[in-house]
């Protein structure tokens, strides 16, 4: 527990106030794409506009799977699931390797951060040059996604720190 002391002190907060805005963007986002599945003339509160809109990106083909899996598998298929879906199981991760203050949940921190920004860049091109929209609740997981690569590039350095002071 001595190692815990050692921790910046706004990291745990930090995480958890970031996982926990992923979270919930990532559920409106989720439930914005259900009801416009269910009713096409449903209209979020995100819809500003025809150029900013976000059920519009939610709904399209790069709204599931990140418009790669459909590629691999069928359309409707099981594993062709939601964004939001995913982002739902990525800031539980965050929140629960968070609680860890080992090597290697550090590490899996750190490595699905990079993969979330690598997602961040990637869906930010399809919404700026392919889909020539502005989605905020897009936008603000791509920026909860870097503070989270940020916060959690310092656990993983600190706790290199405190492992090499004690070992």
């Known amino acids: 527990m001595a190692e815990a002391q050692e921790m910046p002190r706004w ?6 106030i970031l996982a926990l805005l992923g979270l919930v963007l990532s559920a409106y986002a989720l439930h914005v794409e259900l009801s416009r599945e ?3 003339d449903y209209r979020a509160m995100c819809d500003l506009g025809e150029s900013v809109s976000c059920s519009k990106v939610f709904t399209s083909r790069w709204g599931r799977g990140f418009g790669l899996v459909q590629l691999v598998v069928a359309k409707d298929s099981l594993l062709n699931q939601p964004n939001s879906v995913l982002g739902i199981a990525f800031y539980t991760l965050q929140m629960g390797l ?8 550090a590490l899996a921190l750190v490595l699905s951060s990079w993969v979330s920004v690598a997602g961040s860049i990637y869906l930010a ?4 040059f392919v889909l020539g929209d502005f989605c905020m609740v897009c936008v603000s997981t791509y920026i909860v996604n870097f503070a989270l690569l ?3 590039l310092k656990r993983r350095k600190a706790i290199e720190g405190l492992k090499e002071k004690t070992g």
């Open 98 to 105: 968070g609680l860890s203050l080992s090597k290697k949940a």
């Open 11 to 16: 990291e745990r907060k930090v995480r958890i």
């Open 38 to 40: 269910r009713d096409p």
């Open 125 to 128: 091109s399809i919404l700026a």
């Open 150 to 152: 940020y916060t959690n």
